[in-house]
């Protein structure tokens, strides 16, 4: 697995062997940055269930401030930790070895990535009920395609569904309100 763009482009991450995490796809990945590219810049970028890390190290590879890394197992945690010391980059990062549905609502981001493991459709409504109070940019949510997630939660709403292959990217804005 390659970093695609930015300051640490081409630069190889240490991955895991297991069937603990679901990497996201280059193309995916590449995909969702291309729409968010303007976003990125600055911003704290907050990469849940983040397996070996690679989103928030996209995120940050393309001008992120800073990324928080929220992942429950020890060993993908490990890597995490592993990829951020081998780009020397750890003084950007916040590694938090937990439950995403836990500790999210003590999470401040401007944009949020999740994407849980396919066969844990019950995180999904969880989490996003639980953003849906924060006054993100953005959310997005990478999903199988079989799984239909809502126009809105909370005050969270659905502006646009990526298609790539089987998967899906609904991305999700805040809307206060009293809009």
């Known amino acids: 697995m390659r970093v695609i763009a930015g300051k640490f482009r081409r630069r190889v991450l240490q991955s895991l062997e297991s069937s603990e995490t679901r990497p996201m796809l280059g193309r995916m990945r590449q995909t969702m940055f291309d729409v968010l590219q303007r976003e990125i810049p600055g911003r704290v970028f907050a990469d849940l269930y983040a397996g070996t890390g690679a989103v928030g190290i996209e995120a940050l590879s393309r001008g992120a401030a800073s990324a928080v890394f929220v992942e429950s197992s020890q060993r993908a945690v490990t890597v995490i930790r592993n990829n951020l010391a081998a780009l020397e980059i750890t003084d950007q990062a916040e590694v938090r070895t937990a439950q995403v549905q836990e ?77």
Do not use: C, M
């Not at 999210?104 to 981001?109: K, N, P, R, W």
């Not at 969880?126 to 239909?148: D, M």
């Open 103 to 179: 500790i999210v609502e003590g999470i401040d981001a401007d944009i949020y990535f999740l994407g849980p493991p396919y066969e844990a459709t019950n995180e999904y409504v969880g989490v996003l009920r639980r953003l849906s109070t924060k006054p993100a940019e953005w959310v997005i949510a990478q999903h199988g395609r079989e799984l239909e997630l809502s126009e809105r939660y909370g005050d969270l709403n659905r502006v646009r569904v990526i298609k790539v292959g089987g998967n899906r990217l609904s991305l999700f804005r805040y809307q206060s309100p009293d809009r």
